[in-house]
């Protein structure tokens, strides 16, 4: 057994990812920059996999920032082709294991085709509640609290608190995350989550993202459950 009944107790409920180094592990291997992203999409499925065993609730995935629509249209295109397939391939396995999907973001960008079968499998799997995973898609954070505050502004909301904001963020039926997991060295949070990660464990790993095996996974929850959160205290 990986992890014992008292370790256990102490894992994240919600798991978010910053998923670094696709690009640099396809350069490497002088692969096609869009066989790094496959191969990222890979190791996306073994973490729900093991997440499931160790009953994590929530996993939160990075998949596609803002600036991500500066890149070359040639790999926007590839990327919204990968993902369309990726939403048809594990259709099947979210209604097998009961995991619930949804998203974050602005899709108005994407693909028509695409934006259907995201919306269509976030219905699709609306009841479950076995694991509950979420792409970030089109989004950034910083864009994602002005627009929250715009909401509470058209209210006329007077006294603002900070659960009036958190009401208001896409998130606002997630917990907060408890861990945060950046791949690839780089140590930074890229506008994921500003509010959301206010109190976030966070953990970096050189490792880029396509070599971030289910081990890895695991040395990094063991790193986690060490760790002494005190939320602001002592």
Known sequence: MIFDKKSSKHLPN????IMDGN?????IKNLPIIEGHKKGSEVVKKIVKKSIEFKIKY????SFSTENWNRSNSEIFKLQSL??????????IFVKEQIKFSFIG???????????DIMNLKKTT???????????????SRNEILNALRVLNQKNAKNIKEKDISKNLMTSDLPDPDFVIRTSGEKRLSNFLLWQIAYSELYFTKT?????STQKYISALKNYISRKRRFGGD
């Open 23 to 27: 690009r640099r592990w396809a350069k």
């Open 14 to 17: 919600h798991v978010a990812f």
């Open 83 to 92: 993902l369309k397939f990726y939403l048809e391939s594990e259709k099947q």
């Open 208 to 212: 880029l993202w396509p070599d971030f």
């Open 126 to 140: 609306s009841k479950f509640d076995r694991l509950h995973l979420t792409l970030a898609l089109s989004y950034g």
């Open 106 to 116: 602005d899709i108005d960008k994407f693909d028509p085709k695409i934006k259907k």
């Open 59 to 62: 996993l939160t995935f990075f």
